[in-house]
């Protein structure tokens, strides 16, 4: 399976949630749920957005964050590793679709709002 081909599996695997849509980015995709990033897909392998809430359901789980080498030293990103169980079935997908998608509704909620250069 090729890679937009894989990227399209995986939208649909999380469809549970509501519509997921793909954006290359970086060499691998940002998947999005209604403007938000809830997913990353990298070195064909799928990592969900997490935040504080939602990690301890990860950690016990036995996944890992997205980590890359950023400016000499390894830098972890709030996207952790799907379980594998969870990337055979839609039902199975469906929870750890819904705490991505919780976990980037509470980050929106939290950043401030960033200035915009152009207003006095």
């Excluded at 990592?47 to 939602?54: M, P």
Aim: aromatic letters at 10%; one cysteine or more; a positive charge.
């Amino acid at each position: 399976m090729g890679s937009d081909d894989y990227v399209a599996f995986l939208c649909e695997l999380m469809a549970g949630v509501g519509r997921v849509t793909p954006r290359r980015m970086f060499g691998g995709h940002g998947l999005y749920h209604e403007g938000r990033m809830i997913a990353l897909v990298a070195d064909g392998r799928l990592y969900l957005k997490v935040d504080a809430a939602t990690r301890p359901a990860f950690e016990a789980a036995g996944s890992h964050a997205f980590v890359y080498e950023g400016k000499g030293k390894p830098v972890a990103m709030s996207y952790w590793l799907a379980p594998d169980e969870a990337l055979d079935d839609p039902a199975l997908m469906q929870p750890w679709a819904r705490r991505a998608v919780e976990a980037a509704l509470r980050s929106a909620a939290i950043k401030p709002a960033r200035p915009n250069p152009r207003r006095p």
